[in-house]
């Protein structure tokens, strides 16, 4: 028997020619799956923003453990709770609700610190996607109909290149599947120095410092205030009356951390 017989030949040149093509195939599927990532990973490593280990998903931006440490209000779900005490007898609220305790030297600072003095946009808009899920799933929070950020003194703000909890509505947005009204809630310094003035005269001062731009936009509307922490409630109680000033305005409140005492 001819061992060259050029049909067996030809078989396996199709072979090799078959093989070759799903070894071309695999290269690039592996190529795409692991060399490059793993290139990418080197060159600009994902790693969590809490303790920058590299275990988490891409998507995340703190790994599983950091995620379970933090400190959770679960406020969302209750009526009454510290939170809404804090405006009893200020301004009415329909609801309130802060996602985490505030503690000093604790990961959310330093993630709040990212958010406010490091130009790190993507922490703000992560918790504010975090924040937006806890009140879709309470329940408390599902007829509002356009989310406020607190707005900065414009000096400020321009200084800091953005405003957090326009970034924290952003995210909130998102998940939400509610708009954020940027031009509506809107602040102005005043060129006398506070710190002369009795008390309540500096609250007018602030109260005043605060202005309602598109009313025809926002009457009859459920808002929601947003900004990063709360800790007496003054400032969200100034702009949050400025607000209710406007017809048929009913009003929620929502910030990322509580540094109630
Ligand atoms: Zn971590």
Redesign the pocket.
Same mark, same amino acid.
């Given at each position: 028997m001819k061992w060259w017989r050029w049909p067996r030949w030809r078989n396996y040149t199709n072979t090799f020619f078959k093989n070759y093509k799903a070894f071309c195939i695999f290269i690039r599927v592996q190529f795409a799956n692991t060399i490059l990532p793993d290139f990418k990973h080197l060159f600009y490593p994902h790693i &969590?923003s809490?303790?920058g280990?590299d275990i988490l998903a891409d998507d995340n931006l703190?790994?599983a453990? &950091?995620f379970v440490n933090l400190p959770f209000t679960f406020y969302a779900q209750y009526a009454d709770n510290p939170i809404e005490k804090i405006f009893w007898g200020r301004i009415p609220i329909a609801a309130a609700h802060a996602e985490f305790y505030f503690a000093k030297e604790s990961l959310i600072q330093q993630l709040i610190h990212q958010l406010k003095y490091k130009s790190n946009r993507e922490i703000g808009m992560y918790l504010g996607e975090m924040l937006g899920r806890t009140l879709i799933s309470s329940k408390r929070f599902n007829q509002i109909d356009g989310l406020i950020p607190l707005p900065l003194f414009p000096d400020k703000e321009r200084k800091r290149g953005y405003n957090q909890a326009a970034i924290i509505c952003n995210g909130m947005s998102d998940v939400m599947k509610v708009p954020v009204l940027n031009n509506v809630l809107v602040r102005q310094r005043f060129t006398e120095t506070q710190t002369k003035k009795h008390r309540t005269e500096r609250w007018e001062n602030v109260e005043g410092s605060f202005a309602v731009k598109n009313e025809a936009l926002v009457k009859g509307k459920h808002l929601l205030l947003v900004d990063d922490v709360i800790t007496t409630g003054a400032t969200l109680e100034a702009s949050g009356h400025c607000l209710l000033k406007t017809e048929g305005i009913k009003l929620s409140i929502a910030t990322l951390t509580a540094a109630v005492k």
């Open positions: &969590c809490g303790c280990s703190l790994c453990k &950091c």
